[in-house]
């Protein structure tokens, strides 16, 4: 039999088979920003007059994206990140590694997720799975954070995915104190992520104040509930393939009761979705599947145009909306329509921009 480390390990590199190779998106369900419109300002502004950066940890970032993170563990997967890590830092956006479980279970998996030894200009997020922290203390958090010198740690919550996984385990008992705790006793920001299912607004409600931020990786776009179905070969996913919150309300959810940052995650694929997501409050947006693929076919090259081309078409976008940066975005009118109208109705969202006095 395997042990833990060589399982995890062989894990990782069938996710990355599965995204690339088979059909993984949701099917019917979307993110549904196609039922958000940002009004224009009605100023003519040139898209070379748009300023697009942003900060994040007080540092200047090209734009409010990041790369989620998605690999790690494992030979190959060295490969994959270092290119990500190249072109991030060319692009000056940051960068998620995936769960670092297999470092913990296998210190000398460390260099797979070491991307500041590659390019150390880099603003990188650490990840492991709010579940471990029923195993793992606080000091072996650190630990693995200093390893790889995180700024940040992704927690991941992740039941749909562990319920259909053949390995997953399902115990959360315990879990929401022990990421309390670790939060008020780590060096880096804590952020609390979804793997594709979306966070709703009583979860969101119980940890304001508490972390750093919320990323809600929503549904419509990749759903590891499916990932995981392919892995399992058993009916169970298929029935729930499509569960979770669509990222757009999950978004307004979490943003009416959490005061810190709320990140969109979750089907990102356009700079109309990172646009319409700013203007309805994230923080930051991210990209997974999209820069995987771009990995896949052109290396660091080819995740560094996807990058720019992203970057590019949110400026066009800013520009023909009529808005010089990101600030001014975010105080954007916006309009719902759809069934996104009516279930933010059903979900009781009161959602308030003093500056720009308007409540949905």
């Not at 990222?247 to 990102?268: D, M, R, Y």
């Not at 896949?296 to 145009?305: C, D, F, I, K, L």
């Amino acid at each position: 039999m395997p042990d833990e480390s060589e399982e995890t390990q062989r894990r990782k590199i069938e996710h990355i088979d599965i995204i690339l190779n088979k059909d993984t998106q949701y099917h019917d369900k979307t993110t549904m920003f196609e039922f958000v419109e940002v009004v224009p300002s009605g100023k003519k502004i040139d898209s070379g007059d748009v300023d697009a950066s942003s900060t994040l940890l007080n540092k200047k970032i090209s734009a409010p994206i990041f790369i989620s993170g998605m690999t790690g563990g494992h030979t190959a997967t060295f490969e994959i990140n270092k290119k990500i890590a190249v072109a991030a830092a060319r692009a000056k956006i940051p960068m998620g590694v995936g769960s670092q479980r297999a470092m913990v279970e296998n210190d000398a998996l460390t260099y797979t997720y070491d991307m500041k030894k590659i390019v150390d200009d880099l603003i990188l997020i650490g990840n492991i799975g709010a579940s471990k922290l029923l195993k793992y203390d606080n000091k072996t958090v650190q630990k693995m954070l200093d390893s790889i010198n995180a700024d940040m740690l992704a927690l991941h919550t992740n039941p749909g995915q562990e319920s259909v996984q053949p390995e997953g385990d399902i115990d959360f008992k315990g879990v929401y104190g022990r990421i309390c705790n670790l939060a008020k006793n780590i060096k880096q920001p804590v952020i609390l992520k979804e793997v594709g299912n979306g966070i709703s607004k009583e979860v969101a409600e119980m940890f304001d104040g508490k972390i750093f931020a919320i990323d809600v990786q929503g549904a419509g776009g990749t759903t590891w509930i499916g990932v995981e179905t392919y892995r399992s070969k058993g009916a169970y996913g298929k029935a729930f393939w499509d569960w979770g919150i669509p990222t757009a309300l999950s978004v307004l959810e979490s943003k009416s009761v959490f005061s810190g940052q709320v990140w969109a995650s979750g089907g990102i694929r356009k700079p109309s979705d990172v646009v319409k997501a700013l203007a309805i409050g994230a923080g930051m947006c991210g990209v997974a599947k999209p820069v995987l693929m771009s990995e896949n076919r052109g290396g660091s090259e080819g995740v560094y145009a996807y990058l720019t081309d992203m970057i590019d078409g949110i400026k066009k976008e800013m520009a023909a909306l009529g808005f010089r940066s990101v600030e001014e975005l975010r105080n954007a009118d916006v309009k719902f329509g759809g069934p996104l109208t009516s279930l933010m109705r059903q979900r009781g969202l009161k959602i308030r921009n003093e500056r720009r006095g308007q409540s949905y």
